[in-house]
């Protein structure tokens, strides 16, 4: 038996591949298949099943394109309401996968249709445990994302309870030394307090995972409610989405449309995805900052700031540059509202200034200040008292709140969010001036 573990760092994701005998079965896999073809190729081995533990609403799986190319049979619980061929996992279904056992666990908490998976070894043996976005290393999925998305919509509080009876009738009933597997780490928003660390056992959760410590089921609810982070514009698309099952990638992206020297038509959402120091020395007019170097988090504040019923241009320096964000942007769903990639766009160009640090740093209250972190960022304190906190999932639509009659500026934690902030109050308030923090913020901490 093999376990591969495969991490995409952007959205925080983790997927599985499990090899015995030839065959392998995989968790969770995220839209790119290459990876897992490369495992199985390596294993001289062949894909022949897909275990989904829930519809997800970060990433767009991509367990319709292995079933409909390679045959693998994709197993999920029926509560999820697919619109494909599938074998239903119910709690306890076992399926043998080579010499080794995946025994369906039933955890609802973070959805209501939510399965893990045991990996039972060739002695039947408890040897992982696959468990989604239900237990995470440190933390359990946040239980707010099934509210208005979903074949089966529950509240947070009702979610909220179920976890309570997952954490104390199923996790804990496991074996100590059984490895925990989960499907995101820190970063993810589909969790509050998740650990560096992306795997775990049993023993390490119930020891250190506040979820296993709170004895009362109703002070679990209301610490479980509390203080959880913003919900993304494309969350409930992509739930959407992987219920029915997303087009291939390859050909998703093959067949985004690409356009050179163009003049983009006024009053379009356009996504420059450059680097913010090449931004600010010329763009088009109205253009939204959202950086696509290999460490930042395009997809989340693409899918945050744009929403999935918006159609829009994503503008970048060359053609390799544009071909990463076009696929990136496919990897939660959004090669399908892109109108065009465009490169050397045809427009109104303009450029930013820099802030005068030193008369901000002797004259804060001269200008307005706009915070755009999240709410629970800002409960941990403000850079300034003055401060409006808007955050930047909010703020296309809450920037009338602004007060342009002094100069505005812009600031998040560490320089990367207030670039698109910045951009977007620019863009929808042109004759305002306006600047960006950018990295300066951490002289203000």
């Known amino acids: 038996m093999n376990i591969k573990h495969f991490y995409d760092e952007a ?18 896999p995220s839209r790119d298949i290459k990876p897992y073809l490369d495992f199985a190729d390596q294993h001289d081995a062949k894909i022949v099943a897909v275990f989904e533990t829930h519809p997800h609403a970060d990433f767009i799986s991509s367990h319709l394109e292995l079933q409909k190319k390679f045959g693998a049979e994709i197993f999920i619980n029926e509560k999820v309401g697919v619109n494909y061929d599938f074998k239903h996992m119910g709690h306890g279904n076992h399926v043998k996968i080579g010499n080794v056992t995946f025994k369906a666990l039933f955890t609802p908490g973070h959805s209501p249709d939510h399965n893990s998976y045991l990996l039972l070894d060739e002695n039947g043996k408890q040897k992982a445990v696959f468990t989604g976005d239900s237990l995470f290393v440190g933390d359990v999925g946040r239980p707010d994302l099934r509210e208005g998305a ?31 597997y989960p499907a995101h ?11 560096s660390e992306l795997s775990s056992t049993i023993a390490n959760e119930k020891a250190n995972n506040w979820a296993f410590q709170i004895e009362d089921k109703d002070k679990f609810v209301d610490a479980f409610l509390e203080g959880q982070s913003f919900i993304p514009k494309y969350f409930p698309n992509s739930v959407e989405v992987n219920r029915k099952g997303a087009a291939e990638l390859e050909t998703s992206v093959k067949n985004a449309s690409r356009k050179e020297a163009i003049e983009i038509p006024k009053g379009s959402i356009i996504i420059d995805s450059r680097a913010k120091e090449a931004f600010k020395k010329g763009h088009l007019k109205g253009a939204i900052n959202i950086q696509n170097q290999e460490a930042d988090k395009f997809e989340t504040w693409l899918g945050s700031i744009v929403g999935p019923e918006e159609e829009y241009y994503l503008i970048a320096e060359n053609e390799n540059e544009l071909e990463f964000a076009i696929y990136r942007a496919a990897k939660i769903g959004y090669e399908s509202n892109l109108v065009a990639g465009v490169i050397n766009p045809k427009g109104e160009i303009v450029t930013d200034a820099s802030v005068n640090l030193e008369d901000f740093k002797n004259n804060p209250d001269a200008y307005t200040i706009i915070d755009i972190r999240n709410k629970s960022e800002v409960a941990d304190g403000k850079f300034f008292d003055s401060a409006l906190n808007i955050p930047l999932p909010e703020l296309r639509e809450r920037v009338n709140e602004i007060d342009t009659q002094k100069p505005v500026i812009v600031h998040c934690a560490g320089g990367y969010r207030s670039a698109a902030g910045f951009s977007i109050i620019k863009s929808k308030l042109p004759t305002a001036k306006v600047y960006d923090l950018s990295d300066e913020v951490n002289e203000f901490k």
């Open 11 to 28: 959205l925080a994701q983790g997927s599985f591949a499990i090899e015995s005998e030839g065959k392998v079965a995989l968790i969770d």
């Open 150 to 180: 979903g074949n089966i919509q529950v509240s947070g509080k009702d979610l909220a309870g179920m976890m309570y009876d997952t954490i104390n009738n199923v996790f804990s009933e496991l074996s100590d030394e059984t490895i925990v």
């Open 185 to 195: 780490g820190a970063g993810s928003l589909c969790g509050k307090n998740m650990s």
